[in-house]
């Protein structure tokens, strides 16, 4: 399967703990693209990211949450003290150096926050 | 206003109905448009790329765009049950490095 890649599709957390989700991207695409899905609402961007280069992280809150897609691995999103309202569903999605401008996604990584 | 507004749905037709999902943006920056199909706990699935004003067709899924209009649609023809889904509109300024912005998304349901 040479899709988009996540993990874990299913992580729970208690209030306080660390999340760490990682995504691999399609074979040959350079750029990862990070998502929240809550219930009933649609896609909201987080964060763009380059190989050791954050594109645009306008849609990321300003605490708590950071990005990384090194030379090496995975893309890893990272939530420092979860807090309830974390509990969503965090979609990867990743583009190739040209046609950026259509994204493929992950199945998805669902953060429940007890 | 947002960025990207799109009928709320649900919508709930017979099977073999056509069904029009329409969305409509606010900022005339926007050059390429998307439309995701998203099945309940998957990711998003890409259904149809377009950046040019007017019709694009591909089996029973047309997308059309009017960009004077701002606006976009998604026809499908002779839908079935497994077109169950959200659909969701996206675009992208269309500059170098850009992210998609997404709609909220239309919760479709065929009935058999």
């Known amino acids: 399967n040479a899709g988009v890649m996540q993990n874990p599709r299913h992580l729970v957390r208690r209030r306080g703990q660390e999340a760490r989700l990682r995504c691999s991207p399609m074979k040959g695409h350079s750029h990862v693209y990070w998502y929240r899905q809550l219930p009933e609402e649609g896609l909201k961007f987080m964060v763009y990211l380059q190989k050791e280069n954050i594109i645009d992280e306008s849609g990321m809150p300003k605490e708590r949450f950071s990005a990384e897609f090194p030379k090496e691995g995975p893309s890893i999103l990272r939530i420092q003290q979860v807090v309830r309202g974390d509990s969503a569903a965090y979609f990867c999605?990743?583009?190739?150096?040209?046609?950026?401008?259509?994204?493929?996604f992950g199945e998805g990584s669902w953060l429940t926050v007890v | 206003q947002k960025e990207v507004e799109q009928d709320p749905g649900p919508l709930s037709v017979p099977e073999g109905a056509i069904v029009s999902l329409n969305c409509t943006y606010s900022?005339?920056?926007?050059?390429?448009f998307m439309w995701y199909r998203q099945y309940s706990r998957k990711g998003p699935e890409l259904l149809m790329y377009t950046y040019s004003s007017g019709n694009k067709e591909d089996g029973r899924f047309t997308a059309q765009v009017d960009k004077s209009s701002k606006y976009i649609s998604l026809f499908i023809r002779d839908s079935q049950p497994s077109d169950s889904a959200t659909y969701l509109c996206a675009m992208v300024h269309g500059t170098s490095y850009d992210k998609v912005i997404f709609g909220p998304g239309t919760s479709l349901s065929v009935i058999p």
């Open positions: 900022n005339s920056a926007f050059q390429y």
């Open positions: 999605a990743s583009s190739p150096p040209t046609g950026r401008n259509t994204i493929y």
